[in-house]
């Protein structure tokens, strides 16, 4: 054992594209109060003693602090606390306890000093997968089929993960995909976007709320938790939730027990949780705008999704999965100088840009060549003002395909008639200024090129 001052101690478990972590080598202890506040210890022994005795492996010199507090106890891949008659107790997360096992960022009590328990991270290296695929997510490129490596072995367990990416990645099919390839397949799958909500009514969205909890509430409302009992709950944007119900949020994870909004019964539920985010969570905990014990709450597993540009390996791959998706005859691959663009072009708004590209050239291309140049034009509306549909998707992905061409048709043209001006744009829209940022960066649109051109 050695002691380590002044390190970060917001350590996970993480999986990028260079390796996979998914079990822990020793952890840290990190003094939160008392004389020794900010002293980290590094502990790599499957036992220790923790108390103020200079006998003892973890030495808190404090007097709340008994001789021989408390022992940590190494048991597989866990980590097991077991008071030792302490006159102060022993407390675990807030809750006192005899014998408890420990979690990633649990919050330790000896008598009136707090500890963090922080696991550290040891490279378990996962093959690659043989396949290009994991469900409907598609890559051949290394980085993806190591992620694919990692999804198929950990699809099948209820472990909580937490998906990070740039927008447009796809977090929210390979969420999908998790739940499809899991034993609660056959649960349901309910998505909640923590960013499309007005803050007042996210706790109502995803606890609920009795009759009668506040004005408007008619009647009993289900929230997402409940929803999703027997299944997944996909919380897109987690990022976004804001502090005050981040502690409630954790609760809930923790014991899988909450109350709906104006209640007092506790309901219960068995959910999985998968967790989504365009934004850098450790570096909103190392900033205070995100609870510690909330992120390795979330994850467990950690899966970063490159962004398209750096996998350009796939970019072929995906085209022809997309273009086939498409009315038959209405597509051409693309040759040596257009793919050549596709390849080369660094794809700000990844796989979702590159459908849209496909799905455009069928209708701008004379000769329905998938090429880059087309990208930028609005799909004319099919002749004698029908609709076009695909009849290899569902009614649900036909709804979902038809929505995200109208906002970002209506998006463009929003922008061009505010001449690029963002928050002339909400006002004219009568929509939340973060929200259209939101959006334009889920569509790849920037509002720069909107503005009007000056000095001519």
Known sequence: MSEAAGRPHTQSTVVADDGIDVRHKGYRLVVL?????GREFDVLSDEVRIGKSRKCDVVLPDASVSRVHAIVRREGDTYRILDQESTNGTFVDGARVTDAYLTPGSVVRLG????????????????PSEHEAFGPVLGRSLAMRRIFGLLERIAPTDVTVLLEGETGVGKDLVARAIHEASGRAEGPFIVFDCGAVAPTLIESELFGHEKGAFTGAHARHRGAFELAHGGTLFLDEIGELPAELQPKLLRVLESRRFRRVGGTENVEVDVRVVAATHRNLKAMVAAGEFREDLYFRLAVVDVVIPPLRERRDDIPLLIEAFSRKLPPGMWRPPGPEALARLLGYDWPGNV?????VVERSAYVSPDGMVDLVTGSADPPSPPDGGLLFDPTLTFREQKERAIERFEEAYLRWLLQRAEGNISRAARDADMDRKYLHKLLRRYGIDAKRFAPTRGR
């Open 33 to 37: 109060t008392g004389e020794q506040r």
């Open 112 to 127: 009136k000093v707090d500890l963090r328990f922080v696991p550290q991270q040891a490279r378990a290296e996962i093959l």
């Open 352 to 356: 979702r840009e590159l459908r849209n």
